[in-house]
């Protein structure tokens, strides 16, 4: 049974860092994508970004607003995937959850795609 478990979450000032970290346990999938999203009160939950490792080409994907200041990775042999937050700004807040599938689409969007799903950690960012 495939669990994911976030870590890294918290408080932090604008223009400070945060690194998040999410345990991808019981994956036997030759493929993995793995994404976070977020969700801030009252929003949709929207995708930050997104990575890729398989059988094809890997690759990393971002939505426009977080480009140049958050960075994505992925460990495969520990089948753990990292955000790295800097420069945050307070439009950053909300419950950042990890997301994962063995499939070969991978981008941060469409939740639907993703079949499974962690518990979500907390980041808030204050002026």
């Known amino acids: 049974q495939v669990q994911l478990v976030e870590s890294g979450g918290g408080s932090e000032q604008a223009g400070g860092s945060l690194r998040l970290s999410c345990a991808a346990s019981?994956?036997?999938?030759?493929?993995?994508?793995m994404a976070w999203f977020r969700q801030a009160p009252g929003k949709e939950r929207e995708g930050v970004a997104s990575i890729y490792r398989g059988d094809y080409r890997g690759g990393s994907n971002y939505i426009d607003p977080v480009k140049g200041r958050f960075t994505i990775s992925l460990d495969s042999a520990k089948n753990t995937v990292y955000l790295q937050m800097n420069s945050l700004k307070s439009e950053d807040t909300g419950m950042y959850y990890c997301a994962a599938h063995s499939g070969l689409w991978c981008r941060p969007s469409e939740p639907t795609n993703y079949k499974f799903w962690g518990q979500g950690t907390q980041v808030t960012v204050s002026e």
């Open positions: 019981g994956w036997t999938y030759s493929s993995i994508c």
